[in-house]
Structures are given as structure tokens and as C-alpha cells.
């Protein structure tokens, strides 16, 4: 769907149209639950997430038409996840959280990618699935960080190669 499209099925659920809600759950769903699930590396809380991010757009979607659509709505989806992320008490910060799913893959001797994102920085690891999963530029995602462009594509290509060190078996 392209941003046009989307702002207009944004326009039609502020109408109330809700196929329009149903469309725009069919095509941003699975980047939103991906963006979740790579940040909380916890499929019930992503889940949780999803459901919180859907139940908001449905009951105030944006007015549209936004610049970017999809980076918006991704947006929301990752400040959520952080939100639920910071209310976590086992989770309270996430470096903890991937240092503790390091440990856990190193016991199993077994490395995949979803765990090697773990090994990754916070940052890192948040700009690889928010330009993988969520589909976003890195224009866009270096407004929903906050950071320069520049940083944005350095942590990339330093996080790319990272992920190709751990998967070829080393750090």
C-alpha cells in the first residue's frame, strides 16, 4: 500500500469507515508486531503491544494526510514498545534484557538471527528492525530516534556487520 493509499484509508476510518481500519490492520500488522517483537524479544508482550497500538488508531486514528503515514504509525509502535518496555520490572532496561538472552543462547550453544539482533545494541538493534521489519527509510527512522541521519546509517552498516560477525561465529 502505498502512503497515498494509506492516507486515505486513515481519511476513511476518522469517517468511521472500519474496512478501512481492517485494511490498514491487514497491511501494517505483521512490520508493527515484528517492530515490537525485535525490540522486547517477548512474543506475549509484542502481542499485547500490537493489540494497544490497534486499539488507539482505531479510537483516534490520525488526521490524515500525513507526509509519511507509515513511518508515523511505525512510530507509534516503537515509542509503545519502549513505553511498555520501561513498565516492565524484569525488563526495566533493555540492555539487561539482550545481555540476558545472550546468556541464554550461549547455555544452548544455538545462534540465530532473532538472537544475534539481541546481541546487537539497543540502538542498533532498533534501527536494523525498524528499517527491516517496519519498512522504513533511514530519513524516517532517524526522526523517531531523534538522531542524525548520518548516525542512523553508520549504526546500520556498524550493526549489519555485527550481525554477519556473530552469524559466521564470532564475538
Known sequence: ????????????LNRGERQAFEEIYNEISTSAFT????????RHLS??????FFVR????????PLEKPR?????IVHNLTLDCLKKQPHNA????????LCAEEDRDGYLDLAKALGMLTDSERRIVVLHINGGLKFREI??????????ALWKYRRALSRLKDILNGGE
Request: a negative charge; glycine letters at 4%.
Open 57 to 64: 488508531l482505531y479510537r483516534k486514528p490520525p488526521e490524515a
Open 35 to 42: 517492530v515490537a517483537l525485535r525490540i522486547t524479544g517477548d
Open 93 to 100: 532496561d533493555i540492555e539487561d534484557y539482550s545481555n540476558k
Open 71 to 75: 513511518a508515523y504509525l511505525m512510530r
Open 142 to 151: 532517524s526522526d523517531i530516534m531523534d538522531i542524525p541521519l548520518g548516525t
Open 1 to 12: 500500500m502505498t502512503d497515498k493509499e494509506l492516507n486515505e484509508k486513515l481519511a476513511a
Open 47 to 52: 502481542e499485547d503491544i500490537l493489540q494497544e
